[in-house]
C-alpha cells in the first residue's frame, strides 16, 4: 500500500517480535508507529522494504544484523530520536531518503563493503558530526547528495584507496571547514562541495585528475587550496 501499511499509525506498538527465519521487513510495514522505541532486526533478515519504518518518531535504538544487504528507500527516513546506526559490513545497498531527515543522528557507522549509496540516504541528518568514507562505494544515484544538508558535519574522513567523491556527496554541509582529499582520488565530481560556506581549507589529491562543474562553487570562505606537485 503505497498510503501505509497494515500497522501504519499504530501509536501504541511498543514490541515487536518477528518469527525467525523471516528474509526480510516488508514496505510500509511499521511506519507512523509513533509508539516503537526499539527495534532488533532479526538474524535471517537481508532487506529492509521501503519506508518500513519511516516516521517512527520515537524509535531511538535499532539493532542490525551481520547478514543485512539490502536498507531501501525512506526506510528510517523521520525518526528523529535516531541517535546511532551501526551498519554490519554485510550491507552493499542503501537507497533513497533512508536514513533523511534523522535530527538526532549522531554517529553512523557504514559497511566497509558498501557499493552504493543514493540520493539523500543521509540528508538532513543535521546532527551528523562526523562520517568514514569507504572505498567500496562506486556508485551513487543520479542526483547523489547522500550527506547534503548535514549542517553540523565537520569531520570526513575517506578511506585510503577512495578514487571517486560523488557528485553533491557534502553539498550544504555547513560546518566543514578543512577537508584532505585522499592521494588516491582521481575524480572529484559535480558539486561534491557547493554551498559548504564555512570551508575554509581543501588539500588536493595527488592523483587528481579531474573536477567536476561547480565541484567547490559557493565555498564563500574558502581562503587556501594545496594543490600538490
Known amino acids: 500500500d ?12 511498543k514490541i515487536v517480535e518477528f518469527e525467525q527465519g523471516i528474509t526480510d521487513i516488508p514496505e510500509y510495514m511499521f511506519s507512523n508507529c509513533t509508539g516503537l522505541e526499539r527495534i532488533t532486526i532479526p538474524d535471517t533478515v537481508t532487506a529492509i522494504g521501503k519506508n518500513a519504518f519511516s516516521g517512527c518518531k520515537n524509535l531511538s535504538e535499532v539493532t542490525f544484523n551481520k547478514v543485512l544487504k ?3 528507500n525512506y526506510a528510517f527516513s523521520g525518526c528523529t530520536l535516531l541517535e546511532e546506526v551501526v551498519l554490519p559490513d554485510s550491507v552493499e545497498l542503501i537507497k533513497m531518503y533512508a536514513f533523511s531527515g534523522c535530527v538526532s543522528l549522531k554517529n ?3 559497511s566497509m563493503n558498501l557499493k552504493e549509496i543514493q540520493h539523500f540516504a543521509f540528508g538532513n541528518c543535521t546532527s551528523l558530526c562526523e562520517i568514514f568514507i569507504p572505498k567500496s562505494i562506486t556508485k551513487t544515484s543520479d542526483y547523489d547528495g547522500v550527506f547534503e544538508n548535514c549542517t553540523m558535519l565537520k569531520k570526513v574522513q575517506f578511506e585510503e584507496g577512495t578514487t571517486v567523491i560523488h557528485r553533491s ?3 550544504s554541509c555547513t560546518g566543514l571547514e578543512e577537508i584532505i582529499i585522499p592521494s588516491t582520488v582521481e575524480r572529484i565530481e559535480y558539486m561534491a562541495f557547493e554551498g559548504c560556506v564555512n570551508l575554509k581549507k581543501v588539500t588536493l589529491s595527488e592523483s587528481l585528475v579531474e573536477i567536476g562543474m561547480y565541484a567547490f562553487s559557493n565555498c564563500t570562505l574558502l581562503e587556501e587550496i594545496i594543490i600538490p606537485d
Open 2 to 13: 503505497t498510503n501505509g501499511g497494515p500497522f501504519y499509525s499504530c501509536d501504541n506498538l
Open 70 to 72: 539490502t536498507i531501501d
Open 169 to 171: 556527496m557534502f553539498a
Open 108 to 110: 553512523v557507522r557504514l
